[in-house]
């Protein structure tokens, strides 16, 4: 007689794939729909926080949850009791048992607050369900590896669910990307053998300006693997509960090529004036777990290139003035709005550089992108920068700007600043009732007006580049790519664009009164 029936086989089978494929994909959907048949509730095809209910659960999730801890407590006693099992049903029963514990012990995750004394717990129901006389499971896997392995899935949950805002499609790609590049496409290799060699792939981020890439980088380094020591129930790396710095960020647009090798590399005392002592370098403190975070990378210079892409395939570098190797350990992000396969045309970064950063490769979308794919991301992405701004005064503060937007802003408007532009559109209605956006032309300031000024040899040199700056800004939207244009430093740009809008105040506020 079977163990199983086959209704059971195939909604064990159903949970088991539902606990390893990607929450983000489309198969998810696939999944749940197998598990629970004609039960199934019909739900949106993207996964993403509701923004006016953020805690609010999905009704298929917790059904097959409901169901499934009815299925191992009935099954687990009828295995161990079994003489000719199958060993394609133990799988599954292991793998959905796993699935369960997960989501048992989920909240507990959430609010340890670095304290984790509930592994007695976690331990005690293992032992129950996974401890079967006679029984030999195919994985053999670790209580405190599989423990790990929540902390990690439920830290990176939260840091791309909650954080990653928006249900579009490009959003939904966005989240599952994400996770892809934390977990691969394969958890249960991942599970086996992968976490142990993450840091082997750095990751690439590229997109526009204002798009999120240093929350998908912040995401990605805080979900990394951490091994669990079930002596001292705690994870490794962290002291009586404090957990050590693992995200170093370095802006490469924000800093000359001297102070970012210094950043990135170290340097020895008297290597160069103002060198008093010696420096570790993010490389060289960078924990095993860590990660270091190279924003703005496509503007890094050529000579730093030739000497990040060593650190990459040695894993060693030598600090600034000395010829002893140092060891990086930790894993490498790097982010850029800049599409790198032009500049390797045109000879401004490295073609053997940028192939051994592009294994890994997430693009963000344009906050265009999003709406034009689901126009209700504006009001979803709004509500969620107006709580964040306003806190207890969100409801009215949201109609506010809602409104403004509406009546002030065409339906097709671009967002060139993305994310970053709408938060600031939120916090400049909120103070002063309206927003400017930079693009557009103030009043007062045409071409033509500027065009008969320059041609009568009126206008100061420092007025004349701050018009220009301001309007190659207009047309990229991007300090970094104007500044490129410009040939000039982004400090500089950024400092000209607000010199020139200081002058516009009084006519942009006159005419947005009106």
């Known amino acids: 007689m079977a163990v199983l029936s086959n209704l059971e086989r195939r909604f064990l089978q159903a949970a088991a794939g539902l606990a390893y494929c990607n929450p983000f994909l489309p198969e998810r959907i696939e999944w749940e729909r197998a598990a629970l048949g004609r039960e199934y509730v019909e739900s949106e095809p993207v996964w993403s926080v509701s923004v006016a209910d953020p805690e609010a659960d999905l009704p298929n999730i917790l059904r097959i949850y409901e169901k499934l801890g009815i299925l191992i407590e009935s099954l687990h006693g009828r ?13 599954a029963y292991e793998d959905s048992v796993h699935s369960l514990l ?33 029984k030999r499971f195919e994985t053999s896997l670790r209580p405190a590896h599989v423990f790990a392995c ?32 934390i977990f691969t496409h394969d958890m ?18 590229t997109g ?46 924000a800093l000359s090529p001297a102070l970012i090798e210094s950043e990135l590399f170290g340097h020895r005392r008297g290597s160069f004036t103002g060198a008093i002592s010696d420096r ?37 570098f030598s600090p600034v003035g000395d010829t002893a190797l140092r060891e990086f350990r930790g894993k490498l992000i790097a982010a850029t709005n800049r599409d790198l396969r032009v500049e390797i045309r045109h000879g401004r ?12 490769l997430i693009r963000t979308p344009s906050l265009r992108e999003q709406i034009d794919a689901s126009p209700a991301v504006l009001n979803e992405l709004t509500l969620f920068m107006v709580r964040r701004v306003a806190g207890d005064e969100a409801e009215s503060c949201l109609a506010e700007v809602q409104h403004w937007i509406a009546q002030n802003l065409p339906a097709n408007y671009p967002w060139p600043g993305n994310y970053r532009e709408l938060e600031q559109c939120v916090r400049n209605v909120m103070i002063r009732g309206a927003y400017q956006p930079v693009m557009d032309e103030p009043a007062g300031t045409s071409d033509n007006a500027f065009s008969a000024a320059f041609r009568a040899g009126t206008l100061p040199a420092e007025e004349v580049l701050a018009y220009y700056a301001a309007l190659v800004y207009r047309q990229t939207g991007s300090y970094e790519e104007a500044a490129r244009r410009l040939r000039l430093d982004r400090r500089t740009v950024k400092a000209r664009v607000e010199a020139y809008l200081k002058t516009q105040i009084e006519p942009a506020g006159a005419t947005i009164s009106r």
């Open 188 to 205: 249960r290799r991942y599970r086996r053998t992968l976490y142990l060699r993450m840091s082997d792939f750095p990751t690439l981020i």
């Open 208 to 253: 526009p300006s204002g798009t999120g890439k240093e929350v998908v980088a912040r995401a990605i380094a805080g979900a990394r693997y951490i091994p669990f020591d079930p002596e001292r129930f705690d994870f490794a790396g962290r002291t009586t509960g404090i957990v050590t710095e693992t995200f170093f960020p370095i802006n490469v647009a």
């Open 79 to 91: 295995l161990a009791a079994a003489h000719d099992l199958h060993p394609d049903d133990l799988t």
């Open 102 to 134: 997960y989501q048992r012990y989920y909240s507990s995750f959430r609010d340890a607050h670095g304290r984790f004394p509930f592994y007695k717990e976690f331990l005690a129901d293992w032992n129950r369900y996974l401890v079967l006389p006679g």
């Open 280 to 316: 570790k370098g993010w490389l060289e403190t960078c924990p095993p777990l860590g990660a270091v975070f190279l924003d703005e990378l496509g503007e890094m210079d050529l000579l730093l290139q030739v000497k990040l892409l060593r650190a990459i395939e040695s894993r060693r």
């Open 150 to 181: 929540y902390y990690q899935i439920q830290r990176a949950f939260q840091a791309i669910f909650f954080h990653v805002i928006g249900s579009s499609m490009p959003a939904a790609k966005l989240r599952a990307s994400i996770w892809q590049s």
């Open 349 to 360: 970064f490295r073609e053997d550089l940028y192939y051994r950063l592009c294994a890994d």
